[in-house]
């Protein structure tokens, strides 16, 4: 066993929150020398590629620990204290502080919630809640001199609670705000879960791929013997035997038998692949007919479809992570404040004539008033929206990032079977020789009602209403293992269907033989949708760069590219052609990727945007970050459309949030507003935002 072989690791790790403890965690492990590290934040799962003799995972673990999060070992188990489940506890108890605030306005008070023992009773559970929650993310920006919206968040709540203790302290109603210090983290927790939530539909792509992977291998030990063995264990060399309706285990050259696999998984086609010796076999691809022995040429861990699962965690790693436009504001907003709350203080004492006291209250309400709750709101509410309207038309889109970035593509690939076309193989056309068409139907129609293949389907509805004359019934039909059906005829001559290899250049093509001679043939193609042409045409009026790329033939591509106006075609793709197309490609501009196939999500994963059709595979719809609930390709009319309205919305949202603070900041640092009048504004600002959400439902 070589000592550089690698193998896979996985650690579960709790306290990571967002993109910046993926990343402080990625680093450090990629420091250490681990490869291929992908860290997943909702599951709080890491896992990585080490050498496999080299045993470092407790000095590993330790690692991560003293980085502020927690390595959950095998002898101990996760928390139960979910992000869910602590939302679930700030909502409840910062719910009838928010009713009592919201009546406070209007004069009516609640007898008991407005106590302010009672509202410190229900705000320091979510306060500690928040400490726990946020505390981590912003203590480890500080420590790299940065600031993020946790820190924000820690900042204002602290603020607000410690002058509502201050309030308790003195006995002044004035200055009681602990529903404000836990409205913020309450909302905030909202739209943590919010994006935690779409961030598991993304990452369980890596789960459905993982399940499809072959977990065991036959050996063939020769003369009729095989042994069952782990996946893992075979290597270059090795021989294994796969039977009918078995998933390859490894890539590799057939040594015997011949047959038929399905390999859309890699290729997205639907025509079946035959196979012979000296064929190349795929790993995770069907026998559907026959059985071959084949000779491994790969280790299980290089296979093309370990390949596909690599390249999709490494365009959930690897993408550049986009802040929401709030947190980019508060890289600058959180130091700034932080700097006039000081400022208010100083020049309170020393040149307004301040007392101490009432200097520190201003400081303290500057921080209150910054509080970011109008900036939480912003993103939530009209992602909410616009994600209610788009669902309404047919969409499913996974996070405000997704809209975000759907309003900057400028260029849209397509992937060919299943998106532009149907996916579904029809009969085009039957040839017979002069004098023979009765027989050619004839034949084809029986043979086909007893074959198992997937296009028996097509050309048995194509010839549904053939009469049978008694004299051209056959006998002896037999479906032959990857080579197709034969039959006798009447006289005695046999009949054979199969794949006609000498004119395939235009599709799927069958021929029909009698002794040999060829009397009838088949061409097959996969039917293009009929809107296809009509939505090319319209996203290249909008300005859109379309491009088709397939990993079917040149010839059938480029028809496919002349019947819908798409000028920029490729063919003959894999996997990780696409991927780094789509790389090259996103270099200039955003750009979304149409697919269906379980070949696709890599490209899905890596593209600014990945659009899984409707009925696309359940692997190509997780890695996605847009799903079309119909088969109807006019949605992405609809979706680009509607993504710009909805950013659009954001960004309005985001101006007036902050622009709450540029008037309430400078008249907090001169004592000219309270904090009461601060909650005031804020309470005000928030409706401002989801009223301009709302209207979100009606615009045009």
């Known amino acids: 066993m070589s000592k550089d072989r690698l193998v896979e690791k996985q650690l579960i790790v709790e306290g990571m929150t967002c993109s910046s403890c993926a990343r402080t965690v990625r680093h450090y492990l990629e420091g250490e020398g681990m490869s291929e590290v992908f860290v997943d934040v909702p599951k709080n799962k890491v896992t990585f590629r080490t050498v496999e003799q080299a045993d470092r995972l407790e000095e590993i673990s330790t690692g991560i620990d003293r980085l502020g999060y927690r390595v959950v070992r095998r002898d101990e188990s996760a928390s139960k204290l979910t992000i869910q489940v602590k939302f679930i506890i ?7 502080m928010i009713l009592d605030h919201l009546l406070h306005l209007g004069g009516v008070k609640l007898p008991y919630i407005h106590h302010p023992w009672v509202q410190f009773g229900l705000t320091l559970p979510v306060f500690i809640l928040g400490v ?7 203590w480890s920006a500080l420590r790299r001199g940065t600031t993020n919206m946790d820190v924000l968040i820690i900042l204002g709540s602290s603020a607000a609670f410690l002058y509502s203790c201050i309030g308790l302290w003195m006995g002044n109603p004035d200055y009681y705000f602990f529903e404000t210090a836990a409205s913020i983290i309450t909302l905030v927790m909202l739209g943590n879960l919010l994006e935690d939530r779409a961030l598991r539909g993304t990452t369980t792509a890596i789960d459905e791929l993982e399940s499809l992977r072959p977990q065991q291998a036959r050996l063939w030990m020769g003369e009729g013997k095989f042994m069952d063995i782990p996946v893992e264990d075979l290597r270059v060399g090795d021989t294994v035997m796969v039977r009918m309706g078995e998933a390859i285990p490894v890539d590799g050259i057939v040594l015997e038998g011949t047959g038929e696999t399905n390999e859309s998984m890699l290729t997205g086609e639907s025509a079946p692949a035959v196979k012979q010796p000296e064929s190349t076999v795929y790993a995770g691809s069907t026998m559907m007919i026959g059985h ?3 000779r491994a040429t790969v280790d299980p861990s290089e296979t093309v479809f370990r390949q596909i699962i690599r390249l999709v965690k490494a365009a959930q790693s690897d993408k550049p992570p986009i802040q929401r436009l709030a947190d980019q504001i508060s890289a600058i907003f959180v130091p700034v404040v932080i700097g006039i709350a000081v400022l208010a203080y100083v020049v309170g004492v020393y040149f307004l004539g301040f007392t101490s006291g009432q200097a520190m209250m201003n400081a303290i309400a500057v921080l209150v008033i910054s509080c970011p709750c109008a900036m939480g709101l912003a993103t939530p509410t009209a992602v909410t929206v ?18 975000e970035r759907l309003a900057g593509i400028k260029t849209v690939l397509f992937d060919k079977t299943g998106t532009l076309t149907t996916g ?3 009969v085009r056309q039957i040839r017979s020789k002069a004098g023979l068409e009765a027989v050619v139907r004839s034949a084809i129609y029986q043979m086909e009602l007893r074959s198992s293949h997937p296009i028996a389907r097509a050309l048995v509805s194509y010839l549904g209403n053939t009469r049978v004359d008694p004299a051209l019934e056959l006998t002896d039909i037999e479906e032959v293992a990857g080579v197709g059906m034969k039959a006798l005829d009447q006289e005695g001559r046999q009949l054979l269907l199969q794949r006609d290899e000498l004119d395939s250049h235009e599709g799927y093509h069958l021929a029909l033989s009698r002794k040999g001679e060829k009397i009838g043939h088949i061409a097959l193609e996969d039917e293009l949708r009929p809107e296809a042409r009509s939505v090319i045409t319209a996203l290249k009026k909008k300005g859109y760069a379309c491009w088709l790329v397939s990993g079917d033939r040149k010839e059938n591509v480029d028809r496919v590219g002349e019947l819908t106006g798409i000028d920029q075609v490729v063919a003959a793709q894999l996997p990780q052609d696409k991927y780094a197309l789509i790389d090259k490609l996103q270099e200039e501009a955003g750009l979304a990727m149409v697919g269906d196939g379980i070949n696709d999500a890599p490209a899905l994963e890596r593209a600014s945007v990945g659009i899984a059709m409707a009925g696309a595979a359940h692997t190509a719809m997780q890695s996605a970050k847009v799903a079309l609930l119909e088969p109807d390709l006019k949605l992405l009319l609809r979706l680009f459309h509607l993504s710009k309205l909805t950013l659009r919305t954001i960004q309005e949202n985001l101006f007036w949030a902050f622009a709450y603070n540029v008037v309430a900041i400078p008249m907090a640092f001169l004592g000219y507003l309270n904090p009461m009048w601060g909650a005031l504004f804020m309470a005000f600002s928030d409706l401002v935002v989801i009223g301009n959400s709302i209207r979100l439902k009606f615009r045009s």
Do not use: D, V
């Open 132 to 138: 726990e929650h946020f505390g981590r993310s912003a």
């Open 424 to 426: 579904q193989l029809k």
């Open 292 to 294: 071959l022995i084949i």
């Open 386 to 403: 616009g994600l209610g309207r788009m669902t309404r038309n047919g969409l499913m889109i996974k996070g405000a990032t997704t809209i």
């Open 90 to 96: 700030a909502a409840i108890l910062t719910g009838p």
